[in-house]
């Protein structure tokens, strides 16, 4: 069996263990008049990356919020560094929204 590779950062999935990890159905061209739908396994931080954009989104310094920011993820990092970079920048800043907005008596 060849081993599972994720979509996002082209590194190994790991076949022991779910822990980490992501099934997502991928619908994919119709065989015979019905859609192919196939597993594909992410890494969670992987996942998550492509739901909260990079770490530039989240931190509000990328292209959508600044002409000329940038728009992609940092260099020097490999896609799965820059997607743990950005879900741990978001959960900073999910985390720092719930204090703010918490009641105070």
């Known amino acids: 069996?060849?081993?599972l590779q994720c979509p996002?950062?082209?590194e190994a999935i790991p076949t022991h263990t779910h822990v980490?990890?992501?099934m997502v159905p991928h619908v994919g061209p119709l065989e015979n008049g019905a859609a192919l739908v196939t597993p594909q396994w992410y890494h969670s931080e992987c996942i998550a990356r492509l739901a909260v954009g990079s770490l530039a989104?989240?931190?509000g310094r990328c292209s959508c919020f600044v002409e000329g920011g940038p728009r992609g993820d940092p260099l020097g990092m490999t896609k799965r560094e820059a997607a743990r970079?950005?879900?741990a920048?978001?959960?900073a800043r999910a985390a720092w929204d719930d204090l703010e907005n918490t009641p105070r008596n």
């Open 89 to 91: 920048a978001y959960r």
């Open 85 to 87: 970079a950005a879900l």
């Open 57 to 59: 989104h989240v931190q």
């Open 1 to 3: 069996m060849q081993p």
């Open 8 to 10: 996002h950062c082209g």
């Open 20 to 22: 980490g990890v992501i």
